[in-house]
C-alpha cells in the first residue's frame, strides 16, 4: 500500500463525511482537478483502504431505536462453540455487531430492536437458544452521546 499524502487524507475525511459527493466537487474540494483525484479514489479503492460505500438509515425512523449491548460468555473455549456461536450470530438480523473479546466475556453484540418487549422476547427466543451460550448480561443504552462511522485520520 503506498503512503497517504495530504491530498489523500483531505479525500478520505470528505469521502467518510459524504460518500456520495461528485469526484468534480471532491477535487474542488481537496485542490485537485478531477482526473487526478478520480485516480487517488480508484487507487485507494484498489488497495482495499476503501473497503464500501454505504447509506446510513435512521434506525428511529424505522423502529428499531432501541439499542443493546449483550456481553456474552460461552460455556467453554472450544473452537467449534466460536465457530457455531458466529455462524449463528450471523442469521440474527436484529445484531448489527458482534466482537470478540479478551477479558471477562467471550463476545460483545450489539443489538437493534424496537423497544424492550422485542429485545425480551429477542434474548429468549433466539439468543440464548444459540448453543454453547453460558451467561449473559445486557446494558440497555438510554441515551446516545456520540456516534460516528468515521475513522480519525492524521492531521
Known amino acids: 500500500m503506498s503512503k497517504l499524502d495530504e491530498f489523500d487524507i483531505k ?8 460518500a456520495r459527493i ?6 474542488d474540494r481537496v485542490g485537485l482537478s478531477a482526473t487526478p483525484c478520480a485516480r487517488r479514489v480508484k487507487r485507494m479503492e484498489d488497495e482495499g483502504l476503501i473497503v464500501n460505500y454505504v447509506t446510513l438509515l435512521d434506525p428511529e425512523r424505522l423502529g428499531v431505536g432501541l439499542t ?14 466460536f ?12 445484531i448489527v455487531g458482534c466482537y470478540l ?8 453484540v450489539h443489538v437493534r430492536v424496537a423497544n424492550v418487549e ?11 437458544t444459540i448453543e454453547g451460550i453460558g451467561e449473559t448480561q445486557s446494558s ?4 446516545q452521546t456520540k456516534h460516528t462511522t468515521a475513522l480519525p485520520l492524521p492531521k
Open 11 to 18: 479525500i478520505l475525511r470528505l469521502l467518510q463525511d459524504n
Open 22 to 27: 461528485t469526484t468534480q466537487e471532491l477535487a
Open 68 to 81: 443493546v449491548f449483550v456481553n456474552v460468555r460461552l460455556n467453554t473455549q472450544a473452537a467449534k462453540t
Open 83 to 94: 465457530a457455531a456461536f458466529e455462524e449463528a450470530i450471523k442469521q440474527l438480523p436484529e
Open 101 to 108: 473479546l479478551a477479558g471477562n466475556y467471550d463476545y460483545l
Open 118 to 128: 422485542e429485545f425480551r422476547a429477542f434474548i429468549r427466543d433466539r439468543l440464548v
Open 140 to 143: 440497555v443504552v438510554l441515551e
